[in-house]
């Protein structure tokens, strides 16, 4: 099965299918009266809720904002006299920065700090590049002489961070993934061992990714006593792993105890040997569950990652909005909601990729 | 000796006060060579039957003998061809029969192996077909491929569980044909379980009706003596077709009668639910 990336594999992917068939037939002059109902579906109504989301959220905004800024026009007036109070309601109204309320910002302002998290992301490569260029002789003396190189250890950019995160998610599913799929195939495999283990599971799916990070915590804070680097990473992407383990093993043991009669019934037939059962018989069957079992462990990891890195203090997305959050410059709340975007975006684009391996494994595929 | 034997078998299922016995008392031989055709309704332990021969189950009581030997589980030497076909869904017609052809002769070498899946995929005409999935097959093609898996394997013994139960009357002619040409090829014993007398009669050389369960017995045989290679339009004016075959369906009928006459008494239904999974 071989496939060409088109326009249209692209917007299958991420959803957008019909919204882009509808267009084009729109351009190409074949819609007749059903085709019109659909374009209202497809096209004008997303755009519509599209358009509605962002007018709703800077009316909102805007109101925010007025609030705040009025509260702090009442506060000068009370305390420092209405020539002060004058004096700020003109610098609110003005727009210099140095003055505005802190409330939720709107889209401009958001789409705003995005640009200016792309500069500082831009300004930062640069920074690093010429700092790897500086220090390549000297780290080649260094390593010739058997020290270590000396790293660049400037703050990390917007987009170093997203990349960060997106490492930590994939270790994190990676484990997850090795852990609970064989784990599961033997639970699932062993009525006996899934009645022994059940209360285990039972109990440890619903504990929430704040406790599973300190345990971690608690037992590779020992392991790493005596190494100086930073296991910040490790405890973060074991932790994702560990919580987000859950769905994939209870999917997989399910699917692998629940395999058609008839597959095992085949099974016996042909005498097959207990290794061959289970990769040529048991296994296949229970794919699809198994994926569907990794698609929810993905997005689990994706979203308890935020408040892991948090947590743990390791670079990432999570870190990034709480650093934010912390500092209180003018345009932090503003670049909040920017990350709360990409956050969302790369959720969503995880999900998808997820979909499409489980479609392309899925046995029950109609095309 | 009996070729197969299957001596006062009974066969329940449940426990305690909620046992339904849906065998009793069968006893069946069958020689060497013969073709035997099961008839009964739907429900009237058909497929226990068979399973018991194959060596997916074992009797409550009783024995069955294969060559003189107990039936302790499966084995190669008898080949099932099942109702639902049974394929698995994820490989490919080629591959489906290819597993089962290497479980049946481990030493021999991958071309070997290639050989005869060509060979049977070929006798069941689904040669274009071998590169595609179960479910892209209708359904004949899809019991054609069962049908060459099980026979790949080459056993001593076919069974077939109503092979062409689920088939439109036209792929249910060719298929019979194709299954007598394949039978009569090397002539191998095989036992047919089917719903339809027509198809019993068309194909086998002894009848045996099974009553219905729950306690279901083996009927009288009933002996086809139309001779071979049998032609189905020329059938239908065969005298001796017609009488044998009003014989068994006035047979048939009657149990039929006798039991529905029989369940005008109530029966209490065990309380089932559906085995939960939870976690």
Known sequence: ?367 | MAYLELKNIYKTYGQGDNTTEVLSNINLTIEEGEFVAIVGFTGSGKTTLVNLINGLLEPTKGEVLFKGEPVVGTSHERGVIFQNYSLLPWLTVGQNVYMAVKEAFPKKSKSELQAIVAEYVDMVNLTPAINKRPKELSGGMRQRVSVARALAMKPEMIIMDEPLGALDALTRGNLQDEILRIWGKDKRTALLITNDVDEGIYMADRIIPLRPGPRATLGPEFKIDIERPRDKTALNDNPNFKKTRNTIIEYLMDIGNERKSEAKKEYVLPEVAPKSFVW
Request: net charge positive; aromatic share 10%; proline share 4%.
């Open chain 1, 1 to 367: 099965m071989k496939q060409s990336i088109t326009l249209g594999n692209v917007t299958r992917f991420i959803g957008l299918a019909g919204f882009i068939e509808t267009l084009k037939n729109v351009f190409a002059g074949k819609l007749d009266k059903d085709d019109f109902k659909n374009f209202l579906r497809k096209v004008i109504m997303p755009l519509a809720s599209v358009l509605l989301f962002f007018v709703v959220w800077y009316l909102g905004a805007n109101k925010l904002h007025e609030i705040e800024a009025n509260h702090l026009i009442n506060k000068a007036l009370v305390e420092q006299g209405p020539a002060e109070a004058e004096k700020l309601r003109a610098c609110i109204a003005s727009g210099d920065k140095s003055c505005q309320p802190n409330a939720l910002p709107s889209p401009v302002q958001v789409w705003g700090a995005y640009q200016t998290l792309l500069a500082d992301h831009y300004v930062i490569s640069a920074d690093k590049k010429a700092f790897i260029e500086k220090t390549a002789a000297i780290n080649e003396k260094r390593i010739a002489n058997g020290e270590n190189p000396i790293t660049y250890t400037g703050r990390p950019s917007f987009v170093d961070q997203i990349y960060t995160s997106i490492i930590t998610v994939f270790a994190g599913f990676l484990l997850a993934l090795f852990i609970a799929v064989p784990i599961g195939i033997v639970i699932g495999l062993s009525p006996t061992l899934r009645s022994s283990v059940n209360w285990l599971i039972q109990i440890f799916k619903p504990v929430s990714p704040v406790v599973w990070f300190l345990l971690v915590f608690m037992i590779v804070k020992t392991f790493t006593k005596n190494s100086s680097s930073d296991s910040a990473f490790i405890i973060c992407f074991i932790s994702v792993g560990l919580c987000s383990m859950w769905a994939t093993l209870v999917n997989t043991a399910m699917g692998v105890s629940s395999v058609d009669k008839d597959y095992i019934n085949v099974a016996k037939v042909l005498k097959l040997g207990p290794i061959q059962k289970v990769f040529k018989v048991i296994l296949p069957s229970s794919l699809p569950l198994i994926f569907t079992g990794l698609r929810i462990t993905l997005s689990v990891a994706w979203m308890v990652l935020i408040a892991i890195e948090l947590l743990a203090q390791s670079p990432g997305l999570g870190l990034f909005v709480w650093e934010e959050f912390q500092n209180g410059a003018n345009d932090s709340n503003s670049k909040i909601i920017a990350a709360m975007f990409v956050i969302g975006l790369i959720g969503f684009m995880l999900d998808r990729i997820m979909l499409t391996i489980q479609k392309m494994v899925s046995f029950n595929k109609n095309d």
